[in-house]
């Protein structure tokens, strides 16, 4: 759980510059850990995707709802009557 | 649903006066919403721009990138941002849906930090932690559960090592 921070404080920039010249020494010396920040950097690239995935789900389902629903027909008329021409 | 039934319309009109499809100004809004919503949470908006005017903006740039018009006016930060939105690859795909499953509590949990920003206290709430200390343990537990499967996982679809 320590290493995770210090990759994470790392990938962030948020160590003292005291630790972060540890943590660049130890990175040289140790393949494992320079494996480590890889699929962590990873990670975070994929809850951002994550994240992405479901806004856009949550955006599509209103849409399905405005596009659907008799309540919005007014709406979804005069936006289809924009592309109909 | 407020934004979209607000927003939607100007950018359909903008895309449908340059040729669009409804389906291509749906894309296009879907997309520009998400970026301003990136940037909401991150503060970095300037307060006086007005919500409608800034996703017409995003949609115009999008709209510009999609067909290479003018490309070269688009500025540096603005297309490093928009190169972001690229789709994942389809191995991402397989991976993203893999943990969807397999640990969907955890995804949760690190998209509630990483990605809308929360702070470890209203992370705690949302998810029923006692207070920061124990909500900031379980994420890195979750991180590192996680960071464990997307190694296994891609050792054995290799090609997602770009």
Redesign the interface.
Same mark, same amino acid.
């Given at each position: 759980m320590n290493e995770i921070k210090q990759i994470e404080d790392h990938l962030f920039n948020q160590a003292d510059p005291q630790d972060t010249v540890l943590f660049e020494a130890k990175l040289i010396l140790d393949s494992g850990l320079q494996e480590n920040v890889t699929w962590q950097q990873k990670t975070y690239t994929l809850v951002k995707q994550y994240g992405r995935k479901k806004l856009k789900a949550e955006l599509e389902a209103v849409h399905q709802q405005l596009f659907a629903l008799k309540e919005h027909r007014s709406f979804a008329q005069k936006i289809r009557a924009l592309f109909s021409r | 649903?407020e934004l979209? $039934?607000t927003s939607?319309?100007v950018i359909? $009109?903008y895309i449908?006066r340059r040729g669009g499809?409804?389906d291509e100004?749906?894309d296009i809004f879907?997309d520009a919403? *998400?970026l301003y919503?990136e940037k909401l949470v991150e503060n970095k908006l300037n307060l006086q721009v007005n919500e409608q005017a800034y996703l017409l903006g995003i949609a115009r740039h999008l709209w510009i990138r999609k067909y290479n018009l003018n490309s070269r006016n688009i500025d540096i930060d603005e297309a490093g941002q928009l190169t972001e939105q690229e789709e994942?690859l389809p191995l991402?795909h397989k %991976? %993203?849906d893999f943990? !969807?499953n397999a640990g969907q509590k955890c995804?949760d949990l690190?998209?509630a930090f990483?990605?809308?920003k929360l702070n470890m206290g209203e992370v705690a709430q949302q998810f029923g932690y006692s207070g920061e200390r124990s909500a900031t *343990?379980q994420k890195?537990?979750c %991180? !590192?559960k *996680?960071?464990?499967t *997307?190694?296994q996982k891609?050792l054995t679809y290799e090609d997602f090592l770009e």
């Open positions: - | 649903m979209y $039934k939607f319309p359909a $009109k449908s499809s409804f100004a749906k879907q919403v *998400v919503y994942p991402t %991976l %993203l943990l !969807e995804m690190l998209k990483y990605y809308d *343990v890195y537990k %991180l !590192e *996680v960071r464990d *997307v190694k891609a």
